[in-house]
Structure formats: structure tokens, C-alpha cells
């Protein structure tokens, strides 16, 4: 399953992380944060490195999602 699959598969989960910054892999969300020098600090400390994840930022209603 790809990242975008497993976002439109799992809506009530990306919900949760509605304003913020996500890492996203095909089997969910990796980190979250409120900006994207966060998150990237949560994926290295979890050994996760940025090309296996998508960086986006999940909007909230009425706004338009960004992916990096």
C-alpha cells in the first residue's frame, strides 16, 4: 500500500493530525509535529530516513494539503 492509499484508506487517523506536519508511509503515519524540521527530527530518531516517507502537511478543513 502507498502513502496516499493508506491516507484515503484511514481517514479518521489523518484526521487527528489535521494543521500539522506528517512523515507518512505506506503502513500509516511515522511522526507528526507542527512544522517540517520537527517531524524530520522524529524520523531520525526513529531511524526512519526521509526518502522512505512522504512529508506533507494534512490540512485542516477549507485548506489545501502541501506535500514536500
Avoid: C, Q, Y
Amino acid at each position: 500500500m502507498n502513502e496516499l492509499e493508506w491516507l484515503s484508506s484511514h481517514p479518521e487517523e489523518a484526521e487527528k493530525h489535521s494543521g500539522k506536519w506528517i512523515g507518512l508511509t505506506g503502513k500509516g503515519i511515522a511522526a507528526s509535529a507542527d512544522s517540517v524540521s520537527e517531524v524530520e527530527a522524529l524520523l531520525k530518531e526513529k531511524g526512519i530516513k526521509l526518502d522512505e516517507v512522504m512529508l506533507m502537511k494534512f490540512p485542516r478543513k477549507g485548506e489545501e494539503m502541501s506535500i514536500l
